[in-house]
């Protein structure tokens, strides 16, 4: 088969295994391997790097990480490279609860206890918790204050539900207009905590988008 021929048959299937592109190509593992290579392909971090796709086929998040179905691929690389570098662009580090959240490990996974030991990452126990922090010490420093931040005006799993369904239910709601609904004041949020929470994910906007 004709090499645009099999990179199109790739596109459309979105991901393959090895297994998958020598039978398309007809050829043998370690030439589909070079093929790999030279498309400079992405491997999936889960599944035992079982999976590749094309580089124009991802539309990675803002975490650098695109899932397809129950498969994850992440723009920088494997899972250890990609933890390096979720946790050193972090504001406030990384929990192993919210490392979780973001590569879909479970929470009982025995890769957290080898993360102490990754080149680049420093592991704190932090209010009863392990948080994983940058080794750089600008960053860490910055990252350990504003961890400091957040976990003073920590929220509730359900605090963060409330506000997170009104800036999706409320387009490019403001935190003025979150602290005026029934159910911000149901609850008496305080400013602070609303405010700390949406500069904590990226979410704070200051004043509501005026229509024309």
């Avoid at 021929?5 to 370690?30: A, P, Y």
């Avoid at 050193?88 to 979780?100: D, F, M, N, Y």
């Amino acid at each position: 088969m004709d090499e645009k021929d099999v990179l199109r048959r790739f596109q459309r299937r979105k991901v393959l295994t090895i297994e998958e592109l020598v039978g398309i190509l007809q050829c043998s593992v370690i030439t589909a391997r070079r093929h790999l290579n030279k498309w400079k392909s992405y491997t999936s971090f889960n599944m035992n790097g079982r999976y590749y796709t094309l580089p124009e086929v991802p539309q990675f998040d803002n975490n650098g990480i695109w899932a397809y179905q129950s498969v994850l691929f992440s723009k920088y690389g494997n899972l250890k490279q990609t933890i390096i570098q979720l946790v050193a662009q972090s504001k406030a580090g990384l929990s192993a609860r919210e490392l979780t959240e973001v590569v879909r490990l479970p929470s009982n996974s025995s890769f957290f206890s080898k993360l102490q030991d990754f080149r680049g990452i420093r592991r704190e126990k932090y209010q009863g918790w392990f948080v994983y922090f940058s080794e750089e010490p600008g960053i860490y420093n910055k990252q350990k204050q504003q961890r400091t931040l957040y976990r003073e005006v920590a929220i509730s799993d359900a605090d963060a539900v409330v506000i997170l369904t009104a800036l999706i239910k409320h387009h490019e709601i403001c935190m003025e207009d979150i602290m005026a609904l029934p159910e911000a004041r149901e609850r008496k949020f305080s400013p602070v905590v609303i405010r700390q929470f949406l500069d904590h994910h990226g979410l704070f906007k200051k004043t509501p988008t005026t229509k024309p």
